[in-house]
């Protein structure tokens, strides 16, 4: 009898604990974005020993993404240069993010010299192998749902080519089955900044209509030598996370949407999971900043 009032006591006990989350919610996807890195300096160092620290405290890192303006002032000239050491390789060098790839897009700074050769050091898994750029447009799936489907799809733009070719990319990449949980694009140019360069008229009249069609979360950029989190009505979460080791942009009048905004070093960590994107911003010496979450919907 005792065995039996003891069964039916866990039986009870199962039907009213809650239900255990899936296995994304367990283990969700981190990444790191940043742009406007690539000048070799300690700026550009500290950020890095930023990025390694708080991989170390906060359970990893799954890759990074970079947002333009990889190698100042001119970019590279071949895939012998040597600032693939002195501004990529022996930059990001920590235990962490020696295992990680490193996925990049071409900004204004870029396309100077020979942005091909950016493209082949990628194409071609040359130096440590971490560098990634398909093409000058190119997207991925990142992380798995209980269903067997994509959890993130990230889409890469070369803001530098024309806008009517970025938004035919983008449209066929976010249109591609199976059907993701959440859609990311990094482009180098922001639709809306608090910055120097301000608000792009052209792209919020030409490029965010795209946006808005591919059914896009969340748009990241750099170019604006700043940390700034948006969030406007109707429009994706826009993030500028142009910090990453050149030289700070000083803020100019505040966005209404401006969620948070600094003239500090540092980069954007993202943490996803199926129900939510939890958006941290860590300066360079991987202090918490800022932290904003956005609810799937």
Do not use: C
Not at 63 to 83: C, I
Not at 86 to 105: H, N, Q, S
Not at 255 to 284: C, K, N, Q, Y
Request: net charge neutral; no cysteine.
């Amino acid at each position: 009898m005792r065995i039996h009032w003891f069964i039916r006591l866990v039986a009870a006990w199962l039907l009213l604990w809650p239900q255990l989350p899936e296995a994304e919610e367990k283990n969700p996807l981190i990444f790191f974005a940043l742009g406007d890195h690539g000048s070799g300096s300690d700026n550009q160092r500290r950020v890095a020993a930023a990025m390694e620290r708080v991989a170390a405290q906060q359970g990893g890192v799954g890759f990074v993404l970079l947002l333009g303006d990889n190698f100042y002032p001119d970019g590279v000239a071949s895939v012998q240069d040597p600032q693939w050491q002195t501004k990529f390789e022996r930059i990001y060098d920590g235990p962490l993010l020696k295992r990680v790839p490193f996925y990049a897009i071409l900004g204004n700074h870029d396309i100077r010299s020979n942005p091909e050769a950016q493209v082949t050091y990628g194409r071609q898994r040359l130096g440590s192998g971490r560098w990634r750029m398909a093409g000058r447009h190119y997207w991925l799936d990142q992380g798995q749902t209980a269903r067997n489907t994509p959890l993130v799809r990230l889409i890469f733009l070369d803001a530098t080519l024309p806008l009517d070719e970025q938004n035919r990319f983008l449209l066929e990449a976010a249109a591609r089955p199976p059907e993701p949980v959440w859609r990311v694009v990094a482009s180098h140019y922001p639709l809306r900044s608090s910055g120097p360069h301000g608000d792009s008229g052209e792209l919020l009249q030409h490029f965010l209509p795209a946006l808005r069609t591919a059914r896009t979360h969340l748009h990241l950029s750099g170019h604006d030598h700043i940390l700034q989190l948006q969030r406007p009505p109707d429009e994706p979460v826009q993030v500028v996370s142009g910090a990453g080791g050149h030289t700070l942009y000083p803020l100019q009048s505040q966005s209404p949407w401006s969620v948070f905004a600094a003239e500090r070093f540092g980069f954007l960590r993202v943490m996803v999971s199926e129900t939510a994107m939890e958006l941290t911003f860590h300066d360079d010496a991987g202090g918490l900043l800022h932290r904003s979450l956005l609810q799937h919907n």
